[in-house]
């Protein structure tokens, strides 16, 4: 399978790290043995080659090719359009790029003996493969990702405390992920208006706050006149 | 993302189950919500970061269409995605022409290369 090299990198790796012979197609793997045969005609795809019958279908190894391609058209000029080619290539590149992190994360997971791949896993496969600057936005998504989560569990009465420092400690404390500054690399036209609000919540708020999860800050936050930089200077 | 970010969680753009699909195609792992929710959301930024950059080559070279070669050049400007990214996407028909002459007809039928191209070739396009 020289063919695709850029998949097979990874491939390589899941046999050497996770010890599933994937290649060759493990019991539970058929799948993903599929997957290998299809995902080198879903690049033949761009070629004009046609995938043989039996492959995985697209919605099992791409993201949904609408959803490239509106995101895609929010970056892009109002007047530019995409080639078709270049719509699927890009559908790919998105895989491929999970990919990529997933693997690195992973590996640290396993280097750690540890079965499921965290938030934080995540952030430092993104640190070592070059995408730091996505490691301060991602860092305030994940704070809001879990007010949202605690503030879901704190209205069933569930014990909200406990579940917000589970992971919380070791991603928000830390300074190499969450530095206090909210300074964002050289894309950030492209993103950064939609996460200023919680950027300057991230900068203002401690983490404390956002993990801990207290009650008034939490009853602050759902508050509909919620001002991030009001709030905390 | 969403715009109204005060109040509204943050809805990833792309289906969750489709991320914890293709981020377990090739391993068989575990991740847990959290994981595959920054996954989304980096995934997310990686395409507008592509989407802007391909843009801007577009942009650079008058045309209104982003085609693939202005994807690559774009790839090729960011050493981090080179790294994974630069042997997977088409090989270029031609961009190449010119410095190709002396290649195999192979490289240049086979729209994907069997193997990476040599470092010179590829700072040609």
Known sequence: ?233 | MTENEAVDPIRPEFPTGRVKKIMKLDKDIKVNPEASFLISCSTNLFLQFLAERSAEVAAEKKKKTVKIDHLRTAVKRHRPTIDFLLDSLPVPAESIQSVANSLSDRDLSRPVADKPAPPWLELAA
């Not at chain 1, 850029?6 to 599933?20: C, D, I, P, Q, V």
């Not at chain 1, 879903?42 to 190894?61: I, L």
């Not at chain 1, 050289?186 to 708020?205: I, K, S, V």
Request: proline share 5%; aromatic share 8%; hydrophobic share 30%.
């Open chain 1, 1 to 233: 399978m020289e063919r695709d090299d850029g998949f097979n990198r990874f491939y390589k790796h899941a046999k050497s790290s996770s010890g599933l012979n994937i290649i060759h197609g493990g019991s539970s793997n058929s799948n993903n043995n599929n997957g290998i045969v299809s995902t080198d005609n879903g690049n033949a795809a761009n070629s004009n080659a046609m995938p043989p019958p039996c492959t995985v279908r697209e919605q099992d190894q791409y993201m949904p090719i609408a959803n490239v391609i509106r995101i895609m058209r929010r970056i892009l000029p109002t007047h530019a359009k995409i080639s078709d080619d270049a719509k699927l290539t890009i559908q790919e590149c998105v895989s491929e790029y999970i990919s990529f992190i997933t693997g690195e994360a992973n590996e640290r997971c396993q280097r750690e003996q540890r079965k499921t791949i965290t938030a934080e896993d995540v952030l430092w496969a993104m640190g070592k493969l070059g995408f730091d600057e996505y490691v301060e936005p991602l860092t305030v998504f994940l704070n809001r990702y879990r007010e949202t989560q605690n503030e879901r569990t704190s209205l069933r009465g569930e014990p909200v405390l406990k579940r917000g420092m589970d992971y919380g400690s070791s991603i928000m404390m830390a300074p190499p992920y969450a530095p206090p500054v909210f300074h964002v690399g050289h894309h950030q036209q492209g993103f950064l208006d939609g996460t200023t609000a919680m950027g300057g919540y991230l900068r203002d708020g401690s983490g404390g706050a956002a993990g801990g999860g207290s009650s008034s800050s939490q009853a602050s936050l759902t508050n509909n006149n919620f001002d991030p930089f009001g709030q905390y200077m």
